[in-house]
Each structure stands twice: as structure tokens, then as C-alpha cells.
DNA sequence: CAGTGAGCGAGCTTCCGCTTGACTT
């Protein structure tokens, strides 16, 4: 048995180390966190001083028995976790847990995994900082108070399954905030100018300094253009330059993965953590640009060998961000010579992009030459301006360029043909075009990430999740949007003469965007109205501020935990005793046909709009109407709210069976004998005709008849299907797996009862809490889960 | 892929941050 036990956090980091330090020591990982306060309410002493109780996580029992046994026979127990606020609590946790005496125990830190840097951190260990466990703790307590207070509020005045927390509700807040700038934002438009020149066979073009408000003045600027010269008064030329982008951390990953190839924040960090696993690329959740000496040293060794001296520039760069605790490097590659790896399309293509970018890190700037050239026009004042770049050395261009959020058509980057000064220009054309402002853009998944981390709140580990969180309360959809149709004018002068169109654009159109759900805005102004300091964006910042003067000994933490708690309790006391319940309830106005009141409101089963008052009277009862996906109770207007009521829609008759008309969760529908008939994007569900019906069941049927593959005269139930995936078994309303392999017209009744018993015994509980609600469904998972990670522990 | 929407009451939900797998129709 060897003398050493070194317990690490990650099972990837532990193999590498245990590379590094030979045979004397044995290097194992303790998975993270392996306590945490105890899951109910009771879990920290409120009444008392808030002393928390703990205990070992369910899926961490099995580690910890191994660690307790490990640590036993050896001499030296060295905690090496992660050097921050959450590693150093990590640290006291497993020194608690396995009972280790301060004489068998070292607390060491490294910031990369390298051998020199272990070595060195093996020959200056340290003992536990009790202060940084204790910010730690009241980081902990604090997050459960808020979150275990908050969340039965919303149950009481909101609805139930519903969350709040110090990270979560300041993200939503971020949503809801952004939906309703860009709801009251008024478009204005203003006249853009562009002159086109032919010059030797190209054309170049030059835009006006200024912009027109009205058509009258741009009109009035292209008929004082008529017949002028357009001549070249000035070239400037201006030596400019590039900086490279510091290499990745998990943040910047997001945004670059999303912005270049596509992938939400949760496939970023997954295909990472292969990548990770791997042994391509460093820790890939981390909050630092800081490189080691190592990689450094590497990346200019690469970069001068391949493509030459001049294009080096071994840069150090430090993080800005105040709330960076920088306990692991940036994320680079872990070898500069893994030019390109093996794995698949997805997991290249995201190493591609950390491989650039932190190799570009590492390379000289670009030098850029901007060249302006100023036209004067005859008789008018202003002038016109060309501007044309040329890129007089690469540098890190040679493999990199950092995107950015706004689309914005990007300008320059082309070359002006050679000019010179007082030559006239031969022009083929000036074009006044209307241009209207936009609003600030809707966050997309990996931009929310970006605006959090501005404003300190949460951590690499938690940006991935807390952006599911918030979708799957329902707080948050993630969706695609039309953009609307509008007109705008544009004036052409050509040949002398001025031409007036009008043409259509489209604008507003959204890709995978977040927007804001009914139940996400009344959370948030609820909360708002509430709790103002917990849905303050300085909120994490200020605590974060005692946090460190816990760290630093000038603040005890239950002292700190106790001014917070007392005013916050305080409040929901009476939040809980005296709010009233949330419903959003909006009066649109009245109903011409029946002259009663239209209102819409969020219950039980979501947004829905009223035509009339509740009453006791049977005659009088209400209709309603549910809202439809991208409704809001707060923008719908009376006329959309009216549209709602027109369906179910009877449009007619077929083998004596009603046909209905109308739209449900996946979009239009015909219903006729119980059986549905999704219609078309090419029909409308309003004007839909018999006709037309008919043929739609017509064709539903022959599909039906050929997704059926196979029925055995022994279960009627039981039925070979084809699928999206290929052929599949299905019993009632329980779908079953074939065999790849398996020929369908080979299948026997045996074999595929065979088959169900096999699914039935291994995925029993799958089956079961398939039919629970779907609530349900994911506790239920939850716990089989857990009891197979226990059942595998035990052999 | 229904249309539903009162109120009662039981019993359930929930935080953030550190780690991986185990899930795939």
C-alpha cells in the first residue's frame, strides 16, 4: 500500500497526477462535493446561531467509504481541491468526514496540471483555511435560505413546482426585462446614403456622413446630387491594429460555440467534458485566461516552427472580472501539436475552436492598413466617404477570428481600388434607403451566460444548469420567431433621374432566443415587488463582498448570515400572510357580438382569455379559450384574444362523423373520429374546407396502413411499427426496442413477448413512471437512478 | 393535439456549487 493519498476532485485530473508523482502515491478523486446541508427544511438552525447540519450525499456514499479505508492505511492524507472559496470547503468536508488529524494531513494547491507545478505544490503544503470554508458556508446557507423561503411563497401566491433563488431569479429578470424594452421600442427610421462609382470596370462604393430624417430632405439632397461632380478631395491612410482574444474560459466558450457553430450552452459543456475526458483540452469550467508557463512556452515553440518567429508573441493574459476566483487555467489544448484529434464531427469542431483560439492568443497582432478616402460633391457642402482596409500583415488572423453578438453587416475588410486625389469619379448611382432602428436584441442561451458573469452572478459549473432551471419552471422558452413584414422607401438618382420604390423587408425574426413566458412575469414582478434587494443585479455582488471579509477574518459568518436572515424572514412572514395571488388578470375590453367583458388571466392550466363574467347562472357561463404559444396575457390584444374563440371550428361531415378544425400544442389539427390529422403549413385552419378534409384523412390513413409492419392473430395489442427510427414493437400505448439486427418478417409472437419481458425486467420503473404525470416522472427517474448507482457500488 | 378555469385539502415541489455518468424515443 502505498504512503500517500492524494484526493482530487476530478477522476480526469487524479489519472494525470498520478502520472506525475510516482509510485509512493496513490491519487484518487473524491467526485466534488461529498456533503451537503440535509435536504429539508430543517437543515440549518434558524432559531439558533445557523449552525448548518450536513450529510453525505446519497451518490457519494460509496466514495467516501473508499476514501475513509484508503486514507486509514496511509501515512499522509494530501487534500489537493480546487483553490478557492468551494475547493477549500471540499477540503475541510473530507478531513470531517474521514476523521483526519492535522499531523496526517496537507492541504496543497496548484493552478495547472503540470509536473512542475504538482511538484512544487507537494514541497509547500498548508494547513485548511477555516475563514474561506467559512464564506463558504454562509455562501451555502444563504443560497438555501433565499431559495427554501422564497420557492413556498410563489407555491402559496403563484402555483406550485415553481423556484426562486439569488441566480435564477435575476436571470429571468434579465428576460422579462429585455421582452419589455423591446415591446415598447419605437421604430424610427432615418435615410442612409450611398453613392456607387465605377472605377476602371469596379465598382466602389461611398456613404454620406449624415443621415435624413424625412423622405422630403433626403428627396430634396438627390435633386441637389443631379449633374454634380463627384470628385476625390482627400486619401487618408491609417495604420491600424488587431489584438488577438485571450484563450477561452467557460463563459467565452459558450458565446463563441454559439455564435459560430450553433450549439446551446448544455452540448458546449458536454462535448467539453469529453474533450476533457480525453485528455484533449484543460478543465473546461473555469472563470481564468491565465496560461501555464508551460503552454506558453509550447504554443510559441509551435507557432514559431510552423509559421515562422515574426508570428509569436507569447502573451500572459490577466482576467478582469472581479468574481473570478481562478483555480484552474484557461481552456486551451492540452498538447499544441493535437493540430486535429480524432472523435466525432461535434467534438472536432468544438476542439477546432479552442484549439484557435488559444493558439491566435499567443500570436502576433494584425496589422491593418484603413484607407478613407473623402468625396466632395459639387455645390453641396457634404461630402462622401469611402473607407477600404488592407491587411498589411496576418498575425492571428492566420487562424482566428473572435465573432461578435450584433449581426451587423460588417464594413471595411475590402480594399479600395487605387485613387487619386482631385480624380473625378464616374458615378453610377445615389441611393437614399430608409433604414429603422432596432432594438436591443433578445439573449440567446449563451449571451444570458455573458450578461451573468458581467454581473458576477453564478459560476462556471452553475451557467449550464441555471439556464435549464429556468426553462424547465417555465419561466423561459427558447424558440424561433417569424419576423414581420414592412415597408420602406428607397430613392434611387440614375442616369439623372429619380426613381421612388417601395419595398418590403422582414424584421424581427428570431433564432433560438429566449423570451418570457406569462408565468416568468408574474414571478418576476411578484418578486420585484417583494423581495426588491434579492432581484437587485448588485445583490450577488454586495454578499460576495462579506463573503471576502469572511475569507479575509473580518467578518464572522453566522453574524453575517443573521443581518441578512432577519430582515428577509420578516418579509415573507408577511409576503406569505398578506400578498394576494398572482394572475396576471388583464380586461382587453368588450365583445361586439355579445357585449360582455373580455378578459385574460393565468390559472391552473396557463394563460387563457374570458368572454363574461363567473357567475352561479347556468345560461351565463363564460367561454374561454386557451392563449396560444407566444401569447402573452401582457401584449395580447382584444382583436388576437377574439381570433382564439373562432376554434374548434366544424367543418363538416364524413362517413357520418363530425370534422373539427383547431389548434393544439403542435399546431393545427382536424379531429374526426377521435383520430387527429395534423394540417399543413400550406392550408389554413380558419378556411379549411370538406373537401379538403376528407382528402387529409384519406391520406392519414394510407400512411397509418403503412407504418403498420406486422400484427400477430395472438395479441391484437401487439403490433410491429415503423418509426422515425426504424421499425419498433408496440403493446397498448408501451413502445419496445428491436434488435438492429432483427429481420421483421423473421419476428415470431415468442420472440417479441420475449422482448417485452427482457424491456419490462431491466426498465421496469422506466415503464412505470412513464405513465405518471410528467412531474412525477422525473423524481421517479431520479430515485431509480440513484438505487442502480448504489445496487453497482456494492458488487 | 379535449376543454378545462370554484374551492377545499392532502401531499408534493424548492436553492447554488462541486463533480460525473445514465439516460436516449
Known amino acids: 500500500m502505498s504512503k500517500n493519498l492524494v484526493i482530487v476532485e476530478s477522476p480526469a485530473k487524479a489519472k494525470t497526477i498520478e502520472k506525475f508523482l510516482g509510485k509512493d502515491f496513490t491519487v484518487k478523486s473524491c467526485f466534488g462535493h461529498i456533503r451537503d446541508l440535509s435536504k429539508g427544511d430543517d437543515a440549518i438552525d434558524v432559531k439558533g446561531d445557523f449552525t448548518p447540519s450536513y450529510e453525505v450525499s446519497d451518490d457519494k456514499k460509496a466514495i467516501v467509504a473508499e476514501l475513509k479505508k484508503l486514507s486509514k492505511e496511509a501515512d499522509l492524507v494530501w487534500l489537493a481541491s480546487d483553490e478557492d472559496r468551494e475547493g477549500e470547503a471540499i477540503s475541510w468536508h473530507l478531513s470531517e468526514v474521514l476523521n483526519l488529524t492535522e499531523a496526517k494531513t496537507r492541504r496543497i494547491v496548484f493552478h495547472e496540471i503540470t509536473k512542475p507545478a504538482i511538484l512544487r505544490a507537494i514541497e509547500s503544503p498548508r494547513g485548511i483555511d477555516k475563514n474561506l470554508v467559512d464564506a463558504q458556508q454562509a455562501r451555502r446557507v444563504l443560497d438555501r435560505l433565499v431559495g427554501f423561503e422564497l420557492s413556498p411563497v410563489l407555491w402559496k401566491k403563484v402555483k406550485g413546482n415553481l423556484s426562486a433563488g439569488r441566480v435564477q431569479s435575476v436571470a429571468v429578470r434579465l428576460i422579462v426585462d429585455r421582452e419589455r424594452e423591446i415591446n415598447v421600442f419605437e421604430h424610427t427610421s432615418a435615410f442612409r446614403v450611398i453613392a456607387r462609382f465605377n472605377i476602371s470596370g469596379k465598382q466602389m462604393e461611398a456613404e454620406l456622413g449624415k443621415r435624413f430624417a424625412t423622405e ?41 460555440a454559439s455564435r459560430k457553430i450553433g450549439y446551446g450552452v448544455s452540448t458546449t459543456m458536454s462535448i467539453a467534458q469529453k474533450l ?71 467534438e472536432k469542431r468544438l476542439y477546432d475552436l479552442i484549439y484557435k483560439r488559444a493558439i491566435a492568443s499567443q500570436m502576433s497582432k494584425a496589422q491593418i492598413e484603413k484607407t478613407i478616402a473623402t468625396i466632395s460633391i459639387s455645390g453641396i457642402p457634404e461630402t462622401l466617404a469611402a473607407t477600404g482596409e488592407v491587411l498589411k500583415f496576418d498575425g492571428f488572423l492566420k487562424v482566428y477570428l473572435e465573432s461578435t453578438d450584433d449581426d451587423q453587416e460588417d464594413e471595411g475588410n475590402k480594399m479600395l481600388p487605387p485613387l487619386i486625389v482631385g480624380e473625378i469619379l464616374s458615378l453610377i448611382q445615389v441611393q437614399a434607403t430608409e433604414k429603422f432602428t432596432r432594438p436591443a436584441a433578445r439573449y440567446t442561451e449563451a449571451s444570458l451566460v455573458k450578461r451573468l458573469e458581467e454581473l458576477g452572478i453564478g459560476r462556471p459549473s452553475t451557467y449550464a444548469p441555471t439556464i435549464s432551471t429556468i426553462q424547465k419552471r417555465g419561466y423561459v422558452l427558447k424558440e424561433d420567431r417569424e419576423g414581420k413584414e414592412r415597408n420602406f422607401i428607397q430613392l434611387t438618382l440614375q442616369s439623372n433621374a429619380i426613381e421612388r420604390d417601395v419595398k418590403m423587408e422582414k424584421f424581427g425574426s428570431e433564432k433560438s432566443k429566449l423570451f418570457p413566458s406569462d408565468i416568468g412575469m408574474i414571478v418576476t414582478d411578484f418578486l420585484g415587488k417583494h423581495f426588491e434587494q434579492i432581484m437587485d443585479f448588485g445583490f450577488t455582488a454586495s454578499v460576495e463582498e462579506e463573503f471576502d ?35 396576471a388578470e388583464r380586461t382587453l375590453g368588450i365583445d361586439p357580438e355579445s357585449g360582455k367583458t373580455v378578459y385574460v388571466k393565468v390559472g391552473r392550466y396557463g394563460p387563457y382569455a374570458q368572454i363574461g363574467e363567473n357567475s352561479d347562472d347556468e345560461k351565463e357561463k363564460p367561454r374561454y379559450a386557451s392563449l396560444r404559444a407566444g401569447q402573452l396575457t401582457e401584449t395580447i390584444t382584444l382583436a388576437e384574444a377574439m381570433e382564439l374563440f373562432k376554434l374548434p371550428r366544424l367543418v363538416g361531415t364524413f362517413e357520418t362523423k363530425d ?137
Not at 430632405?217 to 482574444?245: M, Q, R, W, Y
Not at 471579509?549 to 473580518?554: C, E, F, L, N, Y
Not at 409492419?709 to 419496445?736: C, H, M, S, T
Open 216 to 256: 422630403a430632405e433626403a428627396k430634396a439632397f438627390l435633386d441637389k446630387c443631379v449633374g454634380a461632380n463627384f470628385t476625390i478631395k482627400n486619401l487618408e491612410v491609417k495604420p491600424s491594429e488587431k489584438s488577438p482574444a485571450p484563450p477561452f474560459t467557460t463563459s467565452t466558450l459558450q458565446q463563441e
Open 549 to 583: 471579509k469572511i475569507a479575509r477574518g473580518q467578518l464572522v459568518w453566522n453574524k453575517m448570515i443573521e443581518k441578512f436572515y432577519g430582515p428577509f424572514h420578516a418579509t415573507v412572514t408577511n409576503t406569505s400572510e398578506n400578498a394576494e395571488r398572482q394572475n
Open 276 to 346: 476533457y475526458e480525453n485528455g484533449l483540452i484543460t478543465y473546461m469550467r473555469t472563470d481564468s485566461v491565465n496560461l501555464s508557463e508551460l503552454a506558453i512556452e509550447s504554443a510559441k515553440e509551435y507557432i514559431t516552427g510552423n509559421f515562422g518567429p515574426q508570428y509569436s508573441r507569447p502573451m500572459r493574459y490577466t482576467t478582469k472580472n472581479d468574481s473570478a476566483q481562478e483555480a484552474h487555467e484557461a481552456i486551451r489544448p492540452t498538447y499544441f501539436e493535437n493540430v486535429e484529434i480524432e472523435g466525432t464531427p461535434q
Open 659 to 795: 370534422i373539427k378544425a383547431s389548434i393544439g400544442r403542435f399546431g393545427p389539427y382536424l379531429v374526426h373520429n377521435s383520430k387527429f390529422i395534423s394540417i399543413p403549413k400550406t392550408d389554413d385552419v380558419f378556411a379549411i374546407d370538406e373537401a379538403r378534409a376528407i382528402e387529409l384523412i384519406e391520406g392519414k390513413r394510407i400512411s397509418d396502413a403503412n407504418k403498420l409492419l406486422k400484427v400477430f392473430p395472438e395479441d391484437e395489442e401487439v403490433k410491429i411499427l415503423n418509426g422515425r427510427w426504424g421499425p419498433y414493437i408496440a403493446k397498448g400505448k408501451e413502445n419496445y426496442r428491436l434488435p438492429k439486427t432483427q429481420k421483421v418478417e423473421e419476428l415470431t409472437f415468442a420472440m417479441v413477448t420475449d422482448i417485452i419481458a427482457a424491456e419490462q425486467k431491466t426498465g421496469g420503473k422506466k415503464a412505470a413512471s412513464k405513465k405518471a404525470a410528467p412531474v412525477k416522472k422525473v423524481a421517479a427517474k431520479k430515485t431509480a437512478a440513484k438505487k442502480t448507482a448504489a445496487k453497482k457500488v456494492k458488487k
